[in-house]
């Protein structure tokens, strides 16, 4: 178990046996052992290592386990294996820190996920899947509007959302997957909202679909489709845009990307699929858009990035309601006694490290 939890933790770091080997202070042929549970760690070892690593020492004995199924990625290809496990190894400590609070709290605290009755058992073309995002958006009662608080709304609804702070940005999106059964969220911190949005959306979508597609449909496109569905529905589209146009003005789409979240790309796309912007107009705006430098960053003002809440709130319910003690509490909040202590006066600077 130990020696497991050691090989997760440096996964989680990205450290190689030699890099931790220099950091802890200890050789990297014994690190390779205790990990395969051939020798057991001291307490010295165990409390170098998990300053090495940036976890307390209460991790190396946390006793959940995490299968992740149905893994989902919005990724660059460019991710190497390295760096996938590295984003899978932070995805198990973030889970299995939810996993080990729901221990401690009663059920009622929880929405069970499940996704809205009569949804078509196989989803044939694009078309469908407008409709079907339609139906998931009244069955939870958003009906046609703009969704302020998406992570918020995916939370309510018993699904599990993480923010991670990966170095590499630009290679990682964000992924779904179950996680003993439940559905899990991933996507990147340091993303603008818009793209952030835009891949919750787009991961609820593999959740949604997922063995619901006919086998002519291409899933990520499905759920690329059903991303910008649900974000905006083909109502909303058409009242913002009208029927008919040759050219969209970029004041205009990002005045709406202010409003409903979705980039200014995102609502070209929008246009073309329900054929209210013309080829030669789609060909058009992205020439300025490529011109600009915008496909790579939209220009200013970026849209508000999505924000992570349930987690450190649960946590701190459950200290409040004497569930769990200020030990438990730090070392699922990823914080030491002092920084809790401090937070709990209103006097931390800082979120918690979920």
Same mark, same amino acid.
């Given at each position: 178990?130990?020696?497991?939890?050691?090989?997760?933790?440096?996964?989680?770091?990205?450290?190689?046996?030699?890099?931790?080997?220099?950091?802890?202070?200890?050789?990297?042929?014994?690190?390779?052992?205790?990990?395969?549970?051939?020798?057991?760690?001291?307490?010295?070892?165990?409390?170098?290592?998990?300053?090495?690593?940036?976890?307390?020492?209460?991790? #190396?004995?946390?006793?959940? /386990?995490?299968?992740?199924?149905?893994?989902?990625? $919005?990724? !660059? +290809? *460019? =991710?190497?294996?390295?760096?996938?496990?590295?984003?899978?190894?932070?995805?198990?400590?973030?889970?299995?820190?939810?996993?080990?609070?729901?221990?401690?709290?009663?059920?009622?605290?929880?929405?069970?996920?499940?996704?809205?009755?009569?949804?078509?058992?196989?989803?044939?073309?694009?078309?469908?899947?407008?409709?079907?995002?339609?139906?998931?958006?009244?069955?939870?009662?958003?009906?046609?509007?703009?969704?302020?608080?998406?992570?918020?709304?995916?939370?309510?609804?018993?699904?599990?959302?993480?923010?991670?702070?990966?170095?590499?940005?630009?290679?990682?999106?964000?992924?779904?997957?179950?996680?003993?059964?439940?559905?899990?969220?991933?996507?990147?911190?340091?993303?603008?909202?818009?793209?952030?949005? #835009?891949?919750?959306?787009? /991961?609820?979508?593999?959740?949604?679909?997922?063995? $619901?597609? !006919? +086998? *002519? =449909?291409?899933?990520?496109?499905?759920?690329?489709?059903?991303?910008?569905?649900?974000?905006?529905?083909?109502?909303?589209?058409?009242?913002?845009?009208?029927?008919?146009?040759?050219?969209?003005?970029?004041?205009?789409?990002?005045?709406?990307?202010?409003?409903?979240?979705?980039?200014?790309?995102?609502?070209?796309?929008?246009?073309?699929?329900?054929?209210?912007?013309?080829?030669?107009?789609?060909?058009?705006?992205?020439?300025?858009?490529?011109?600009?430098?915008?496909?790579?960053?939209?220009?200013?003002?970026?849209?508000?990035?999505?924000?992570?809440?349930?987690?450190?709130?649960?946590?701190?319910?459950?200290?409040?309601?004497?569930?769990?003690?200020?030990?438990?509490?730090?070392?699922?909040?990823?914080?030491?006694?002092?920084?809790?202590?401090?937070?709990?006066?209103?006097?931390?600077?800082?979120?918690?490290?979920?």
């Amino acid at each position: 178990m130990i020696g497991r939890r050691i090989q997760q933790a440096r996964r989680a770091a990205g450290l190689p046996l030699r890099a931790l080997a220099q950091q802890a202070g200890i050789s990297a042929m014994a690190i390779s052992k205790y990990e395969r549970d051939e020798i057991v760690p001291s307490s010295g070892v165990l409390l170098a290592l998990s300053k090495a690593l940036g976890v307390r020492v209460e991790y #190396f004995f946390r006793e959940v /386990e995490i299968t992740l199924e149905q893994i989902s990625y $919005r990724k !660059n +290809p *460019a =991710l190497s294996d390295r760096e996938e496990t590295k984003v899978l190894a932070e995805v198990g400590d973030h889970l299995e820190r939810w996993l080990e609070l729901e221990r401690f709290i009663p059920t009622s605290w929880s929405t069970p996920f499940a996704l809205p009755d009569g949804l078509p058992e196989t989803v044939v073309d694009f078309d469908q899947i407008e409709a079907v995002a339609i139906q998931v958006r009244r069955a939870w009662d958003l009906g046609l509007n703009p969704i302020p608080d998406l992570i918020d709304t995916l939370e309510g609804r018993g699904i599990k959302v993480f923010t991670v702070a990966y170095n590499a940005h630009d290679k990682f999106n964000g992924l779904s997957a179950r996680a003993n059964g439940k559905p899990v969220v991933v996507i990147g911190k340091s993303w603008p909202g818009d793209n952030q949005r #835009f891949t919750l959306a787009h /991961e609820l979508g593999h959740l949604v679909l997922h063995g $619901r597609l !006919n +086998p *002519a =449909l291409d899933e990520e496109k499905a759920c690329h489709r059903f991303a910008g569905s649900f974000l905006v529905p083909k109502p909303a589209v058409f009242n913002a845009l009208g029927q008919s146009r040759t050219w969209l003005e970029p004041q205009e789409l990002m005045l709406l990307k202010q409003e409903w979240g979705l980039s200014m790309g995102g609502w070209s796309f929008r246009a073309a699929e329900n054929g209210i912007l013309s080829k030669s107009g789609m060909s058009t705006f992205w020439q300025l858009m490529r011109s600009r430098g915008w496909k790579q960053r939209e220009p200013e003002p970026q849209y508000r990035q999505e924000e992570e809440r349930l987690f450190e709130q649960r946590v701190y319910r459950a200290l409040a309601e004497d569930l769990i003690g200020e030990s438990k509490a730090a070392e699922l909040l990823g914080m030491n006694l002092a920084q809790l202590r401090a937070c709990r006066n209103m006097e931390c600077s800082h979120a918690a490290d979920q």
